[in-house]
């Protein structure tokens, strides 16, 4: 059940009293407004939606596909990790693995692969590793 912040407004003849109350949705819409508890009035409070949403706010996390990865891959050990790399990343240095070479048909060739799409000296001796 969420908590509703609310404001006892001076310039409404309240007592400028914060406060909070537990309540569920249901009872938050079948509730027009709470008295306060200092001064026992009902016309001058009002929701505080500004304290309301900056602790929501900070509760929220923030799932995306990044994230998941990064917190699986963080409960994974360094071999693991680099096991996983390797897998993730054959198909940049060799071919695919666990597939036989397919034959070409007649008067077909290899496309050779440009320079620039060739793994560096730095990616090879991680995967050599």
């Known amino acids: 059940m969420?908590?509703?912040t609310y404001t006892c407004l001076k310039e409404l003849g309240g007592c400028g009293l914060i406060f909070e109350i537990f309540m569920s949705a249901k009872e938050y819409q079948s509730n027009s407004s709470p008295k306060c508890h200092a001064c026992k009035n009902k016309k001058s409070v009002r929701r505080n939606f500004k304290v309301d949403i900056s602790t929501t706010s900070s509760h929220i996390k923030t799932r995306t596909v990044?994230?998941?990865a990064e917190q699986n891959?963080?409960?994974m050990s360094e071999d693991a990790r680099l096991a996983q790399w390797k897998?993730?990343?054959a198909y940049k240095?060799?071919?695919?693995?666990n597939e036989p070479k397919m034959?070409?048909?007649?008067?077909?060739k290899?496309?050779?692969k440009p320079d620039d799409l060739k793994p560096s000296s730095r990616q090879k001796r991680k995967l050599n590793k």
């Not at 240095?93 to 693995?97: R, S």
């Not at 034959?103 to 077909?108: I, N």
């Open 2 to 4: 969420p908590i509703y």
């Open 66 to 68: 990044g994230t998941l």
């Open 73 to 75: 891959t963080s409960s």
């Open 87 to 89: 897998k993730d990343n």
């Open 93 to 97: 240095f060799n071919d695919p693995p």
């Open 103 to 108: 034959k070409l048909p007649k008067g077909a």
């Open 110 to 112: 290899h496309i050779r």
